[in-house]
């Protein structure tokens, strides 16, 4: 079995916005070469504005720290807060962004065909990942455990791997005392 890849968010070099609103730090991309058709990242956004659009992506979108945001899409305003769920959205709509309270940081999965999820992690409850490729991104420390053994985690790193090589249930542990999230990332690209 293959260990997992892990990602440590600090260690990729940001791009900044061309509008200036804020900056990514694209941590992983599937397949290595040529087009993505899975991209996970993490973004600062320091002011409000509109996202890009991506046609024929699905994008799934959360709030790691701050006070969150409100997207709009299609009229209608959703509120996406770092103790809230994730927002799944059409990545061609382009929400329009208004920060709640100062800037934030935030987890971006997009997936172009298949099946794709972003879930909240509760804390030592098993995950039985049911996707193809799967991971883990965390904001606090803590233990991952798959069939493979405990796996220790810093904070802010994306842990990934295909499903074969770890079956379920998953868990992540945070470290006693430790404040942050953590979510469950999951794909299996269309055939």
């Known amino acids: 079995m ?3 890849a892990m990602i440590s968010a600090d260690s990729i070099e940001p791009q900044r916005w061309r509008n200036g609103g804020g900056q990514t730090r694209e941590l992983f991309t599937w397949p290595a070469d040529g087009p993505w058709r899975l991209r996970i990242s993490r ?3 320091d002011a409000d504005g509109p996202f ?3 046609p024929g992506v ?3 979108f959360s709030v790691l720290q701050g006070q969150g945001v409100e997207l709009t899409l299609d009229g209608r305003r959703h509120r996406v807060l770092a103790d ?3 927002l799944c959205f059409d990545g061609a709509l382009a929400p329009g962004c208004t920060l709640i309270d100062g800037p934030t940081q935030d ?3 997009m997936a172009i065909g298949g099946a794709s999820t972003m879930a909240r992690v509760t ?3 098993p995950w039985n990942p049911a996707w193809t490729l799967c991971g883990l991104y965390t904001t606090v420390a803590g233990t991952w455990q798959s069939a493979q053994g405990p796996c220790r985690l810093a904070s802010h790193t994306l842990a990934w791997q295909p499903v074969a090589d770890a079956p379920g249930p998953w868990t992540f542990t945070p470290e006693p005392g430790a404040g942050g999230h953590a979510w469950w990332l999951g794909y299996t690209p269309k055939d």
Do not use: C, K, V, Y
């Open 2 to 4: 293959t260990p997992p």
């Open 43 to 45: 973004a600062d956004i």
């Open 52 to 54: 890009s659009a991506f």
């Open 58 to 60: 699905t994008r799934w």
């Open 84 to 86: 809230g769920d994730a």
């Open 107 to 109: 987890l971006n999965l």
């Open 123 to 125: 804390p030592g409850a």
